[in-house]
């Protein structure tokens, strides 16, 4: 198991950035990949960002490219998500989460690919 604590959070107005955190502890020489997930609320949990822990290959979903950047720091077992330009629609829970599973883009892209999952940080964008 993969313990995994999101920070960062909070409320902005449009146009502004933040940076989430997400420190990962326990097993973490079996992580393949970890990824950032948002669920708004009456929405499902949809994929923002993944990345390979090793390689550091990286995917994003089409609305956040641009303007989001997810990175790693391998020495430190931390997760980062840079947010700018952030608009109203990216309000959302955001979870960091990790997988221990050899896997294609498409299914490091899919919540049921993750075997640990952070508590959540809640984002707010204002207009």
């Known amino acids: 198991q993969v313990q995994l604590v999101e920070s960062g959070g909070g409320l902005v107005q449009a146009g502004d950035s933040l940076r989430l955190s997400c420190a990962a502890s326990?097993?973490?020489?079996?992580?393949?990949?970890m990824g950032w997930f948002r669920q708004a609320p009456g929405k499902e949990r949809e994929c923002v960002a993944g990345?390979?822990?090793?390689?550091?290959?990286?995917l994003y979903a089409d609305s956040v490219k641009g303007r989001f950047t997810i990175y790693r720091d391998i020495a430190q077992n931390s997760l980062y998500l840079q947010m700018n330009s952030l608009k109203p629609e990216d309000t959302a829970v955001y979870y960091c989460?990790?997988?221990?599973?050899?896997?294609?883009?498409?299914?490091?892209?899919?919540?049921?690919?993750?075997?640990?999952w952070g508590q959540g940080t809640q984002v707010t964008v204002s207009s």
């Open positions: 989460a990790a997988t221990e599973t050899y896997n294609t883009d498409y299914y490091l892209s899919r919540e049921r690919t993750y075997d640990d």
């Open positions: 326990g097993r973490t020489f079996r992580i393949y990949a």
């Open positions: 990345i390979r822990w090793s390689g550091g290959s990286t």
